[in-house]
Every structure is written in C-alpha cells, then in structure tokens.
C-alpha cells in the first residue's frame, strides 16, 4: 500500500523568517530543523514535527524536492536535533525520561482538582510563589519540574558561525542584527516542557526550583566538536585577546589542551560571542569558519572536519529537589550527639544521633537517598534537650515519595515509637510539618535564637547559704558578661570578647556538703563545698559551661567571681527552652517549660550520672 503523504504543516507568514536563508543552509548542514530556526522560525511546535513531515511542507513551500540523500550529522546541533524520519524531536529523551521516573519510583499525585492559578497576582514568578505558599497543599496535587540542559560549547559557536555565513552569502548588511532565533537549547526545553505533562498531568513547568520539585537534567557532551572549535575556530579568532577565558597560565592551557576538557567552556563561547557583536573582522572570520570546516568536506579544504560522524553523547538524569521537615526535638540522653559524630579511627561517639533517629522511619517511608538534620544550634552530647525542644529542619534528599499532612504526623508517631534506633526512648519530636522555602532560608541564616533557657547542676568548693546565692546571683538582673571565646571552640571560631546577657538567675535544690561528694560518705578528705541547680534565662550564644567555671578567667563575671571568689563547676546541663526570634511571651513560655521538664536537672539525677 503507498504510503500517503504527511499533512503540509502551516508555516509562520513569510516576513518573519526568510526561505531563501532556508534553501542555503539546508543542503549545507543537511538538518532540518537547524535550517528552519536559523532562518526564522521561531514556533517550536513546527519544529518539532517528524522530520518526514518538515521536508514534506517545505517541498511543497519551495515549489520543488529538498534533497536528504546525504545523510549525514548536522553540524550545528552534533544530531541533538535530529530524529528518525517518523519520530516527533523528543521522542527519546522523553521516553528515556519517563522509564527513569518509572525505575526509580516516583510516586507522583494522580488525580485531585488542580489549584487556581489565575488567582494569583504576582508578575515575577506565580507558580514559584505558589508553591512557597502552599507547598503543602500542592505537593499532594501538582508537582513542578525543573528542565535543564547543557550543550557542548562548540554548538553556540558554530550557530553564531552559520549565521554569519548566511549574512555573508545574501550579502545583507553585515552590521545588521540577525534578529530573534531559537537556539537549540530553548527548543528542546520547549518541546520536553510541553510533553512531560501530557504523560503525567500533575506535573507543570517551573523557572525556579522548589521543595519537592522533579529536576530532569539532559547533559549534551562532544569533545570531538569542541576542541576542533578551539584550535580551528576560537584560537585563530582571537589570537591575541585578553581577559578572563584567556588569561590563563601557559600551563594550565597546555594541561586543558592535552586533556581536551572543556576548550570550550562558557567563558570561552561568551568571549566568542562578544566580540562578533561588535567586530566586523570576527563577523567574517566566523563565516570563512564555517565556510571551510563545517560544510560538506568534498568541495572545501582538506583540513575540514565536517564529517565528523558521531553525534554528541547524551545522559539523561531525573532527580527530585529535597523536601524538608520542620519539628522540634527532645534529647532525654547525655551520650546521644546531634549528628553522627566520629572521632580517629572510625569509631563512632556516643548512641545513634538525633539525625539518624529522626530519619531513620523517615527514609524507610520516602525512599530517599539520604536526609540531613539542620538544628537551629546544636547541644553538647551531654546536655540533654528538655522543654518544648529544640528547632530543626530535616532535609530529605530525592525523595521518591512526598508525605501529605496525614503522613507526615504519622512519621511522627513513628518517630517517637520506642522502636529501632530509638528503642531507649532518648528522642521526641513534636509539631513536625512539612516546610516551605522561606522556613529553610531562615534556618540556613542562623542567629534567629532570641533567648535560651537552661538549668544546671553546679558545684562551689565552699559554704554558700541561700541569702548569698539569693544576693549574688538571684538578684542580679540582666548581668552582662564578657566571654572571650572558649579554649575548647578556640580552634573553629576566631578569638573575640563577645557581651552576652544573663536575664535572670534562679537557684534551686541547695545542698552543703561537709567534704566528699554529693549524695557520698560525709566526712572525707575533701573541703566543705555547696551544690545547687541553677536556673539560667541568657541571651542566645552564652556559653553557659564557661559561665559556670570561669574558663580560667576568660569569662567574666562567672559565677564563682559573683560568689566572691569560689571555685565553680558545673556538673550537668540541661537547655529547657529556646525562644525563637517573632515569637511571643518568652517569659511565661520559659516558666512552663521549666515545669514540664521538672525543672530540669534535679540532684538525685546528678548522683546517677557524675558520681
Ligand atoms: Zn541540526
């Protein structure tokens, strides 16, 4: 049966893009598509149509046969823009595409009823805000996905190069502007963004990326092409030009050359593209350029390349942006760190870590990669977090499934289950939620900790009474103290006397004892010395250990200064609140939080632990 002829497309009208600009190219490059773009058109539904279909249109558009007996690459796109006769341009990526969705198992929403765009009044980016906005509900519903492409740099180039041999050959003024074309970049992106979601209706195109995003990385690469261009096109162009891309040491240059790596890396194709904006002799030595290496090597010089016969690699990767989860958490034990903590050898310091309590049910439901747990500060490993705990950020990394509101309180309840890694119990999450952008952007800032509660079992090597600790400490309001940064932090933060506040004072469980230890045989060798919990409300970043020593008189006053002089050390610690900066009551908060938390460190506790 013959086969009928494919429907003629209907072409752009004539005065926006140029058929004889068209019928020079094509027998040239041989591609219909770079011909067609580079000659003006500009829509990339046409673009994309099967390539039989094209030739069939512009037949009939010329009035006569387009050959395509030659078949060889393009030299313009190195083949990224051709396809099997039949094909629509795409066709491959995007399969390739939808079985990595399908491999990796990305669950994406089904049905739902989409959000109402057109509510939104933002110019800038409204899907991107949207999402920020309501991120939660969308994530449910709609899923927006990032495209991103990156091309060898030799296709800039040679496009640049075939548009000025065009000028040159319809001698059109050379100091005209070629106009508006679609670069292969653009209508790849196009064509994917508009197919992807006829496949998966959830999903939409978006500029920016955002929590939970799809990211699809196309990766273009031909090393042939580019170094090619850079000895026979970028190096003969601008021999003797300075700046940045060539500024290089002779060195570097020759170890770039003999790896053939990158010669034509962004810096290079912008330093190109420069200076054909304004230099009619690079104008036409782009246009000899493409005259001699780019067309058909029968009827030009010897020393073309054009036949290089292997198009551009490709690898696709599909991705998804990270999600976060938002909580606050309890640490019930002194052995426990915030993050995996290994010290010389590979052995591991402390239990399992916050981090990995938190993500383990987290993981298992997501199927992520991996997840990493910000905390708006961080604990010593044995100071235990009490009160309504402390702020942090879970991010989870290519998340193959998106919890809903329902899910994300049952990983909390999964979470504080005694099971698995937390099967002493050691952690607690409450409020976990997932997070927008904005959330993240201010836990990554850090410093949004206003003020922190703590309570701490100290001990003084002398007899204090309970007036003196109520005149020396208790009534001393909104102390200020010079700390100079601690021995122990000495290697990692600079060497600063920073003002820190302590708001208020309050002690608690005072207890002399007459030489030994607290809660021990009385009567020892060792001097009279006094026990009590301190109750500490400071401003954020006191370092509350040196407070209570004095860290051999880099913080002053410490408390055994206030006492008049004593020897001070602290014996255990407990943060019981963190009020974070907007939020309101501070006071009253820290005061239920003591309570809830049995005002922290008690002495009985301490006689478990110290002694
Ligand atoms: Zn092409």
Redesign the pocket.
Known sequence: MPVSPPPSLPLPDEDTWSLPAFSLLYPK???????L?LAGVCDAEILRAPERQLRATLCSAQGAEISHATCR??????????SSGDRELGSALLDAILAQIKTKKYVLPTGGDSPDMTQHKSTTDPVGEMVAEHSKYLLERKVPFILGVSLPGSVAIRDRAALEWVACEQQTGRHQDPGRRLD?KEILKAVLESCLPKHYPCLYAASTPSPGALRVDLSFWHAGADEADYHQGVRILLPNATGKAFNRTRKRRRHEESNQENLCNATVVARVLQAATGDPNVRSGLAVFFARNLMPPSTHSPTAYAALETPAASSVQVTREAIFLAGRYLKLSREMPQTLWVVEGGRRKGKASVEEVVAEPVLDWTSATSAVLIGSGREDMDVRMLGTGRPFLLRVNDPRRIPGREEVAGLEAAINQTTGLNSGGDVRVHGLRLSDKHEVKAMHAGATEKVKMYSCRVWVGGRVDRALLATSLEGSKELVVAQKTPIRVLHRRALLTRPKVIHEMRCTDVKVVEGGEEGGEEGGEMAVGTYFTLHLRTSAGTYIKEFVHGDMGRTRPSVGDLLGGLEADLLALDVTGIVMEGEEGEREEGKEQEEEAGGGVKGAEINGIVV
Do not use: W, Y
């Open positions: 490059i041989n591609c219909i598509r770079c011909s773009r690459m393009c030299p313009l796109c190195l083949g990224i823009l051709q292969v």
